[in-house]
């Protein structure tokens, strides 16, 4: 190849408006299956016959399967055929996978299997379904690094994922809360959970669909040919010892994923079904009251992510984790305050939507929810980052070993986050039941809603910032490592030789 062709170079490849706005939807179609699977312990209990506090052992132990899927999948990631794309295949399989899991949870397998019968059953469905959220999210991840690499697209990427993984939910929740779980008198039966997973599964169908849309034009086996030029300007090998040396030796991946994790187990535990229950139905005793403070929350707080991205993409998103970390922290002490000084009886006067207290937690959800939507559009931002640092490390350009490395601690803290959660209830009486709405109102139920809902975040927020203190790749480093890809790219297609970095 001659110095006078034209090269389209990794540094060059910007997304439309159109397409920010529709691939990220894939985002959406996640959300949807994940809340299915967050009533995973009341249809155990309900549809299974299941002690409560087992089945978040339960969903732990299987997800020590994610060792092996995770890493398969992502070694096939990279040798799947790219004739009709990567990310398009793996969003329709992956869903297929999940929707067909959830449908055999909630509707057709429940109430017709128990003991240990309803034991195997509840596993064997739970594994398809965590295959298909491997496959499913491969497909959300790598979609960051394909689509744009531009540091000022990035974090709008990241804020427009923000929105259908918070805005989505939202909604959704609305539904439910004012449209199904009245039909069933506010309790979380099998019944109402089999209609509201039946909604779940036809809006993330929506929302794969419309995400395909979105990624057509990047999502082609030229860009993938292109990507897998390395800098040895053969086409890389990618095997077992190239995910781990990608985990074991470049330190800002590990960083990146304790500050995913961290935040993942921190918030994954607060926004368990059953602690929710306990906050929204026990003590509160209005679902309806703090639907309505999630529905202000969420409606500034995207305006918060909005000025977030905004941020990011200038400051770059070392500093923003950083900022919006300590931000979080102020904001959930100051919810454990609240919640001290109203005690456990008085946190009931939360639920008079009319009251200056409503107001007062209306605010405070409003600064969590915010905080935890700049930290997500930041997340997002650094997922890119660290997939273009890899390749200036390595010369490799792994977007789907990183989501598959990645992917493994996310699953794992969430799988983590249903035991935690379980078990701690049990501790406070449940054993064999679940919270519903009307249930009395304990000391011991206060103290551990509490630590769980605010407390546990603020060590999550630590973590952020102790992962921080030593990651490299901030708005300085990552101009000079866009720069060293691009010369390294334009050097392979002009036949030249390149320098290693």
């Not at 249809?43 to 020590?64: C, N």
């Not at 990567?86 to 003991?115: D, N």
């Not at 890119?384 to 890899?390: F, I, K, L, P, Y």
Request: glycine letters at 8%.
């Amino acid at each position: 190849m001659g110095n006078n062709v034209t090269v389209k170079t990794e540094s060059s490849r910007k997304a439309t408006w159109l397409e920010m706005i529709t691939a990220p939807a894939i985002n959406g179609n996640n959300i949807c299956m994940y809340m299915c699977m967050v009533y995973a312990s009341y249809i155990g209990s309900e549809g299974y016959g299941i002690a409560t506090a087992l089945v978040g052992v339960i969903i732990t132990f299987t997800r020590v399967l994610d060792a092996v899927t995770d890493t398969a999948i992502a070694y096939i990631f990279e040798k799947f055929p790219a004739k009709f794309g990567k990310c398009r295949p793996f969003t329709l399989i992956g869903w297929l996978i999940e929707a067909a899991a959830v449908y055999m949870m909630y509707s057709a397998a429940a109430g017709h299997f128990k003991g240990v019968a309803g034991l195997v059953i509840f596993v064997a469905i739970y594994v398809v379904y965590i295959i298909g959220y491997t496959v499913n999210n491969m497909a959300g991840y790598v979609q960051y690094a394909v689509l744009t690499n531009d540091p000022k697209q990035r974090p709008m990427l990241g804020f427009i994922s923000t929105i259908y993984n918070y805005g989505l939910p939202i909604i959704m929740n609305n539904i439910v809360t004012f449209n199904i779980l009245p039909k069933y008198d506010n309790q979380y039966n099998m019944p109402m959970l089999k209609e509201m997973t039946t909604l779940y599964i036809g809006i993330s169908l929506v929302c794969a669909l419309v995400s395909l849309v979105g990624i057509w034009r990047h999502d082609t086996e030229e860009v993938w040919k292109e990507a897998s030029v390395t800098v040895s300007q053969k086409n890389q090998k990618v095997g077992l010892k190239e995910m781990w040396e990608v985990l074991s030796k470049n330190k800002d991946v590990q960083r990146y994923i304790v500050t995913c994790a961290s935040d993942k187990f921190a918030q994954t535990t607060a926004t368990q079904s059953v602690i929710l229950t306990l906050l929204g139905g026990v003590l509160i005793k209005s679902y309806a009251a703090t639907q309505v403070a999630n529905n202000y929350a969420s409606a500034v707080g995207l305006i918060f992510a909005f000025v977030g991205g905004v941020i990011i993409g200038k400051i770059g998103a070392k500093k923003g984790t950083v900022w919006f970390s300590w931000f979080s922290i102020i904001i959930s002490a100051i919810q454990i305050a609240v919640c001290v000084i109203l005690g456990p009886t008085g946190m009931e006067k939360i639920g008079d939507t009319g009251s200056v207290v409503f107001m007062l937690w209306v605010v405070c959800t409003v600064g969590m929810t915010a905080g935890r939507m700049l930290l997500s559009v930041a997340a997002g931002t650094m997922r890119g980052d660290v997939t273009d640092g890899e390749e200036y490390r390595s010369g490799n350009f792994l977007p789907s070993v990183i989501a598959g490395v990645y992917s493994l601690f996310d699953k794992g803290m969430s799988s983590i986050c249903a035991t935690v959660a379980t078990v701690a209830i049990s501790l406070v009486g449940y054993v064999n039941t679940v919270p519903q709405m009307g249930d009395k109102i304990t000391t011991p139920i206060f103290v551990l809603t509490v630590v769980l809902s605010f407390g546990l975040p603020i060590i999550g927020f630590v973590c952020n910032l102790l992962a921080m203190k030593n990651y490299t790749l901030d708005k300085e480093q990552m101009e000079i490592v866009q720069e060293a890809n691009k010369k390294k790219r334009e050097a392979i297609a002009a036949d030249q030789p390149v320098e290693q970095a």
